[in-house]
Nanobody, 125 residues
Framework: QVQLVEFGGGAVQAGGSLRLSCQTSGFSEANYCMAWFRQVPGKEREGVATIGRFGDTTYTDSVKGRFTLSKDNAKNSLYLQMNNLQPEDTGMYYC???????????????????WGQGTQVTVSS
């Protein structure tokens, strides 16, 4: 059974940092595309960053230079290091996985089959 569990959310002031983790089970991250999405009430879920099987990464423009996505296949874990957080980064952050064996740079939520329950990130000004 595929499971994704997110950790690491919290409340910080603008300029602060958080590191999100996603612990997975039931599949091998080495063979999946992984991603982080975020959502605020009333808005659609948007892609933040994605990583392919071979480590290719892409980021939405608003987080480039501030967020870093990485994974540890041996630990079945996905990470999102978030620096210089801003109030517009506030939202529920979701880990997602797709069995696609290539790379999904489009950050399209419809391309991801499996989702975690989310972890809340709140950034105050």
């Amino acid at each position: 059974q595929v499971q994704l569990v997110e950790f690491g959310g919290g409340a910080v002031q603008a300029g602060g940092s958080l590191r999100l983790s996603c612990q997975t089970s039931g599949f091998s991250e080495a063979n999946y595309c992984m991603a982080w999405f975020r959502q605020v009430p009333g808005k659609e879920r948007e892609g933040v960053a994605t990583i392919g099987r071979f480590g290719d990464t892409t980021y939405t423009d608003s987080v480039k230079g501030r967020f870093t996505l990485s994974k540890d296949n041996a630990k079945n874990s996905l990470y999102l290091q978030m620096n210089n957080l801003q109030p517009e980064d506030t939202g529920m952050y979701y880990c997602a996985a797709s069995p696609y064996t290539g790379f999904l740079p489009g950050l399209n939520r419809d391309e991801f089959n499996y989702w975690g329950q989310g972890t809340q990130v709140t950034v105050s000004s």
